[in-house]
T-cell receptor, first 113, second 112 residues
Framework: QKEVEQDPGPLSVPEGAIVSLNCTYS??????FMWYRQYSRKGPELLMY????GNKEDGRFTAQVDKSSKYISLFIRDSQPSDSATYLC?????????????FGIGTKLQVIP | DVKVTQSSRYLVKRTGEKVFLECVQD?????MFWYRQDPGLGLRLIYF???????EKGDIPEGYSVSREKKERFSLILESASTNQTSMYLC???????????FGPGTRLLVL
């Protein structure tokens, strides 16, 4: 079983829809959670960063962490064609020094105009 | 803004060639990483470095080596390229003690 599970999709939604992207994980030591967006043939770019449980909002994006269920989500409101990309979740434990980041496989999202 | 640059966007090499991929970051980050990304497999860590001249093996170091002679520069070396090393190679950097990594644009390597 992988430490981080993420449905690869593809997920197709109409423009304006609310998108929900999710990851589950098995390592209870994970404390820091990130979402990256990767456009085709480009490197991933950091989108959202959260620590421990709770919600974080940034414009149309909301990141949610439920540590009791080992489940994280990224919500995109009013989705736009420019949101079409692959979204990777990433997570790492809480301790000093270098921490290995574990990435999900990525979910490919297509927003249809 | 953090900027991570990679020496080439696309490379075509022949089996057995020695290949150098170079990465430069301009944010004085201590940590630097090399990943490869393949369909269905996601990002896999090849090597990382937490200081100049320091290196640590990642999950898939076989067939690769690295060099970090300066803080801002981290090179990935394929000693003898093979067709199974055809992939997208991504470099990343992060500040010491920080979890967020910043990625370069990637190098698509094709080994024929």
């Amino acid at each position: 079983q992988k430490e981080v599970e993420q449905d690869p999709g593809p997920l197709s939604v109409p423009e304006g829809a609310i998108v929900s992207l999710n990851c589950t994980y098995s390592n209870s030591a994970f404390q820091y959670f990130m979402w990256y967006r990767q456009y085709s043939r480009k490197g991933p770019e950091l989108l959202m960063y959260t620590y421990s449980s709770g919600n974080k909002e940034d414009g149309r994006f909301t990141a949610q962490v439920d540590k009791s269920s080992k489940y994280i989500s990224l919500f995109i409101r009013d989705s736009q064609p420019s949101d079409s990309a692959t979204y990777l979740c990433a997570m790492t434990p809480n301790s000093g020094g270098y921490q290995k980041v574990t990435f999900g496989i990525g979910t490919k999202l297509q927003v249809i105009p | 803004d953090v900027k991570v640059t990679q020496s080439s966007r696309y490379l075509v090499k022949r089996t057995g060639e020695k290949v150098f991929l170079e990465c430069v970051q301009d944010m004085d980050h201590e940590n630097m990483f090399w990943y490869r990304q393949d369909p269905g497999l996601g990002l896999r860590l090849i090597y990382f470095s937490y200081d100049v001249k320091m290196k640590e093996k990642g999950d898939i170091p076989e067939g690769y080596s690295v060099s970090r002679e300066k803080k801002e520069r981290f090179s990935l070396i394929l000693e003898s390229a093979s067709t199974n090393q055809t992939s997208m190679y991504l470099c990343a950097s992060s500040s010491q003690g920080r979890e967020t990594q910043y990625f370069g644009p990637g190098t698509r390597l094709l080994v024929l």
